[in-house]
Nanobody, 127 residues
C-alpha cells in the first residue's frame, strides 16, 4: 500500500521550533521528489518546500526561507521539515506530498496533479 504518513505537529509558541516528519511506504522512494504544503483556515493550500529524489535540488517558499529547512533520508524513506522562528501565520495543516517530477511540487499551476498526499498534521503557533 502506497502511503505517506506525517507526524510531529502540535502547539508551539511564536518563536519556537517544530520538526515535522513524513514516512513513505509502498513506493521507490528515491524516484520521487518530496514536498511539504500547508493550508491555513480559510485559505488555499500553498507550497512550502520540496527536495528532488536525489536530494540535489531543493526549493523553499519565500515566506519560510531562512526559517524552515527540508531534508530527506533515502535509506529510511523519510523527509523532515525543520521549522524555526515560527510565527502565528505559520499555523496550518501541513501535508507531505510526493511526485516523480520536482516541478509538479514547485510550480503552483501543477500542484493539483501531485501523485501522493499524506493525511496532514496540524501546526498551531500561538502569539
Amino acid at each position: 500500500q502506497v502511503q505517506l504518513v506525517e507526524s510531529g505537529g502540535g502547539l508551539v509558541q511564536a518563536g519556537g521550533s517544530l520538526r515535522l516528519s513524513c514516512a513513505a511506504s509502498g513506493l521507490y522512494f528515491s524516484e520521487y521528489a518530496m514536498g511539504w504544503f500547508r493550508q491555513a483556515p480559510g485559505k488555499e493550500r500553498e507550497f512550502v518546500a520540496a527536495v528532488s529524489g536525489s536530494g540535489g535540488r531543493s526549493s523553499l517558499a519565500d515566506s519560510v526561507k531562512g526559517r524552515f529547512t527540508m531534508s530527506r533520508n533515502n535509506a529510511r524513506n523519510t523527509v523532515d521539515l525543520w521549522m524555526n522562528s515560527l510565527k502565528p501565520e505559520d499555523t496550518a495543516v501541513y501535508y507531505c506530498a510526493a511526485d516523480r517530477l520536482f516541478t509538479t511540487l514547485t510550480r503552483p499551476e501543477r500542484s493539483s496533479n501531485v501523485e501522493l498526499w499524506g493525511q496532514g498534521t496540524v501546526v498551531t503557533v500561538s502569539s
